[in-house]
């Protein structure tokens, strides 16, 4: 890592330390990559060197991370694969193996899709994925709704949950104006959010959301539109929008009862003579000490 030179300003030694790792991290996929046939195979090892390489490192530790997995609601629905899944270290999740997972979605804060070459058609199948689970619903907890009941907001509005946010990480794609376009048009009626928040291509810029004021936001707003950025520090910004994001993050207690059907046995109990012998002694003491 280069040391800080006589002069250099803070600013400048961060634009300095994300270029290392970005370099570090095309030069690690593209050796990788370059030996790899499979596209399966080769889509696990690009979402790994995101994951270990930069999420890992720079996502806030309140947060942990899931190389893949599935999000699974109380009703029933689970979503396709995920890439990436940012979720609350103190929800468990329902399945857990090395490498695979399924998460109930009050434990899922983020996930996100990630591509070799962004082009229109991997924009399109990304946006469908990510837009599915931000509309699953949050209801297995707790929700305090009392005068200091903890909220966050986003999307122009607030929450007394912390909805899924939901992006797209590429090491290269075609124009990035052109994924604007495309994008612009696939959430063209969806609700902000449902919408894909950013979209990073490594080396190249990211598509964020400009607003009628002239502001850039990290997550889309009902009057803001999609705006394509060229930038060389594109993962600066999105550590940047990592820890602005999701540092907020909060859990409300989980109940993992609301997964059961409500007619969901216990189990067969074992020694009902003892019970009903127990209740009965106790039917007879209470009768007998409130006798005259």
């Known amino acids: 890592m280069a040391r800080q030179g006589p002069g250099e300003t803070p600013e400048q030694k961060l634009k300095t330390i994300f270029q290392g790792v970005s370099t570090s991290l095309q030069a690690d996929f593209s050796q990788i990559s370059a030996q790899i046939k499979h596209s399966a195979s080769k889509g696990r090892v690009r979402e790994a060197a995101v994951a270990q390489e930069f999420l890992a490192k720079y996502a806030p530790r309140n947060v942990s991370l899931a190389h893949g997995g599935e999000i699974l609601t109380t009703s029933g629905e689970t979503s396709n694969e995920c890439d990436l899944i940012l979720y609350e270290p103190a929800i468990p999740a329902l399945v857990e193996s090395s490498e695979y997972r399924i998460f109930p979605v009050e434990a899922v804060y983020g996930v996100a899709e990630v591509k070799s070459k962004l082009d229109s058609a991997g924009l399109k199948d990304a946006h469908a994925k990510i837009r599915r689970v931000k ?91 999609v705006a394509a950025l060229a930038s060389e520090d594109v993962l600066l910004w999105l550590a940047v929008m990592l820890q602005d994001t999701f540092q907020p993050t909060f859990a409300h207690r989980f109940r993992l009862t609301d997964y059961l059907t409500p007619s969901f046995p216990i189990g067969t109990v074992l020694n009902a003579a003892d019970l009903n012998r127990a209740r009965g002694d106790r039917s007879a003491s209470e009768s007998g000490s409130s006798a005259p």
């Open 135 to 225: 509309r699953f619903r949050k209801d297995a907890y707790d929700d305090p709704t009392g005068k200091f009941a903890q909220t966050v907001k986003l999307y122009g509005r607030t929450y007394h949950y912390f909805p899924i946010v939901g992006f797209v990480f590429a090491f290269d794609s075609i124009e990035l104006t052109t994924l604007a376009r495309t994008l612009a048009d696939l959430q063209e009626e969806d609700d902000p959010a449902d919408r894909v928040d950013s979209v990073w291509v490594l080396n190249k810029g990211m598509l964020l959301n400009a607003t009628d004021s002239g502001g850039i936001e990290t997550s889309p707003l009902q009057e803001s539109s």
